[in-house]
């Protein structure tokens, strides 16, 4: 199947005509849910199915499930898991146990998404808590140390990876040090690009060999002064596919976040020229998605090539008793979270 280099969002519970058409016409290489497209368990694995419908095959549907204050599917109907905090916490005093409760944690949340036929989890966060960056990161950190942050992340993918789910690592090369949200603005990070190497980019260099990297939109200020990762192909190229090594496919964080400058079209097209496989918009927003699909091409090369190898690892898994990995969860994590 043929499909183009992005990846959208959907207005609601449902897809309307409008956007059954657009998709079709269009071929988005995968979408994304958010809280806006959640209801109830029947209602979300209905829209997934139309979702491929109307692309025609079985795209792969992504979410943000971590877990804490990031986590589109809540309370009644699914559980609210801790934040990667909690077990950065766990690995100050029982490295082994922690690791074993993030990798039982990410696979009940496999479960969770494969039930749904959700088979992307944007999981896992490898930022580093960092004490100048903004909140927005924050608890979604699993600590401050790159080794810890590489070792508990690896696990919480080897658990969604077990489940059948993709993980997307992120944020490429590194948001925690920024020190404003992306959401709103544009973050600037002054760190020397030495220092940078061996703490917030060390991390994912530990990563390298994951299927799918989501990219910062963070200027990194000795490596490139005018352009956040997504758009700079010095970081991209130097940095993501150079001194980390990356090899999976990178999607751009969502095009329509504040942090990015010019319309939706240049965004777009800088973040191709940079070097991301693939254009990430969330909204929903038809007016926004059509001149992202415009200029999104059909996916192609080496960009093809490592959508298809993230692809391949999309395998059944075994069913498991979801509630019984929570519990343990909870047991390793002395019942908080």
């Not at 810890?148 to 080897?158: E, M």
């Not at 489940?163 to 944020?171: A, E």
Request: net charge negative; charged share 20%.
């Amino acid at each position: 199947m043929s499909s183009r280099a992005f990846i959208a969002g959907c207005s609601g519970h449902h897809l309307s005509v409008e956007e059954r058409r657009f998709f079709a016409a269009t071929a988005p290489w995968g979408f994304i849910l958010f809280a806006r497209n959640v209801e109830s368990p029947d209602q979300v694995r209905a829209l997934v199915a139309d979702l491929r419908a109307a692309v025609g095959w079985r795209a792969p549907v992504l979410i943000d499930q971590e877990g804490g204050r990031v986590q589109r599917l809540r309370p009644p109907h699914w559980t609210d898991d801790p934040p990667a905090e909690a077990f950065g916490t766990l690995y100050l005093t029982d490295p082994a146990s922690a690791l074993e409760a993030v990798r039982l944690n990410s696979r009940a949340i496999a479960a969770d998404l494969a039930a749904l036929g959700i088979d992307v989890d944007c999981l896992p966060v490898a930022d580093l808590r960092h004490p100048d960056g903004h909140g927005i990161i924050g608890n979604r950190a699993y600590g401050t140390e790159p080794v810890a942050v590489a070792a508990l992340a690896r696990a919480a993918a080897d658990g969604l990876l077990d489940g059948g789910v993709l993980p997307v690592v992120k944020h490429i090369p590194g948001h925690g040090r920024a020190p404003a949200d992306s959401h709103e603005r544009l973050p600037v990070v002054h760190a020397p690009r030495a220092e940078l190497e061996t703490s917030d980019f060390a991390a994912f260099r530990a990563l390298n060999d994951l299927p799918l990297g989501m990219t910062a939109h963070v200027v990194y200020a000795d490596i490139d002064a005018e352009r956040p990762a997504t758009t700079s192909a010095v970081v991209m190229q130097e940095v993501v596919r150079g001194s980390i090594g990356f090899q999976g496919a990178v999607m751009s964080d969502d095009l329509s976040m504040g942090a990015l400058a010019g319309t939706l079209e240049s965004r777009s097209l800088a973040a191709l020229a940079a070097g991301c496989d693939l254009l990430l918009h969330c909204n929903g927003k038809m007016e926004e998605m059509e001149p992202v699909a415009a200029v999104a091409p059909l996916l192609a090369g080496d960009a093809a090539v490592r959508a298809a190898r993230a692809l391949a690892l999309r395998k059944p898994a075994p069913a498991v008793d979801a509630a019984a990995l929570r519990a343990e969860v909870a047991r390793r994590l002395g019942g908080s979270s």
